[in-house]
């Protein structure tokens, strides 16, 4: 059972460069979603998808874009990378997005993309 | 205003000894989740606990359990008899709608 898996580990872009890093998962989840950390900054939202074809923007959306096409893949792309979007980056999902306080929106997180633009 | 809070960027426990973690939330929603993930330094996000805004009893999880006190729109996290492994940072999120929110975590460390 892969979970949720994220492609590369680790990337190293020149300003400039655009790059899609990839998420899948194999849960048959409604719920995708794109985080970035930045130290001491916890975890914050950046795009998200209810279901395929479905997407809005989390709170730091700028310079990210994504598509849902398939219940599976959620990849997220950087046009033109900036030293700003040094960080790390977490895809998670979840069964349900409604939002109704119930315990199947249990986010299950990949283990993260380390990004660095020089 | 900051939707999630967690006030303590460190805590320091010793061995064995109980810990409690602590993080206010502002929502003005009814229906809301709240959890806990664990993010060792090797940097994976860990699924600890989960509480929903209609869950009248407080949740446990082994060592783990969440004082959830909804009318002072707390959430906090306390693990009993604390291991070395549990050295680690804390996050606080709650979910309203499609929409998940971080506190900035709190850095536990366990002592010997």
């Known amino acids: 059972n892969a979970g949720v898996t994220q492609t590369p580990k680790f990337q190293v872009l020149k300003t400039g460069q655009s790059m899609t890093l990839q998420c899948a998962q194999d849960?048959?989840?409604?719920?995708m979603s794109w985080y970035r950390q930045d130290p001491g900054m916890g975890l914050r939202l950046i795009h998200y998808?209810?279901?395929?074809?479905?997407?809005d923007q989390g709170e730091v959306p700028n310079g990210y874009n994504v598509s849902r096409s398939t219940t599976e893949d959620f990849p997220l792309r950087l046009l033109s990378a900036a030293p700003s979007q040094t960080s790390v980056y977490f895809c998670?999902?979840?069964?349900?997005?409604?939002?109704?306080?119930?315990?199947?929106?249990?986010?299950?997180f990949g283990s993260g993309t380390q990004l660095s633009v020089l | 205003a900051q939707k999630i809070t967690q006030t303590q960027p460190g805590m320091f426990v010793q061995e064995k000894e109980a810990v409690t973690l602590d993080c206010t939330y502002d929502?003005?929603?009814?229906?809301?989740?709240l959890f806990w993930y664990k993010q060792p330094s090797s940097g994976e996000m860990i699924f600890l606990i989960y509480?929903?805004?209609?869950?009248?009893q407080n949740a446990t999880e082994g060592r783990y359990s969440l004082n959830f006190q909804k009318a002072r729109k707390s959430a906090n996290l306390v693990i009993s008899a604390s291991q070395l492994g549990d050295s680690a940072m804390y996050f606080c999120?709650?979910?309203?709608?499609?929409?998940?929110?971080f506190g900035e975590g709190t850095q536990l460390t366990v002592n010997p």
């Open positions: 998670a999902s979840s069964y349900s997005s409604l939002g109704t306080g119930l315990s199947n929106e249990k986010l299950f």
């Open positions: 849960m048959n989840h409604e719920y």
């Open positions: 998808s209810v279901g395929a074809g479905i997407t």
């Open positions: 929502t003005s929603d009814q229906s809301y989740g």
């Open positions: 509480q929903g805004s209609y869950d009248e």
């Open positions: 999120a709650m979910r309203e709608g499609s929409r998940l929110t």
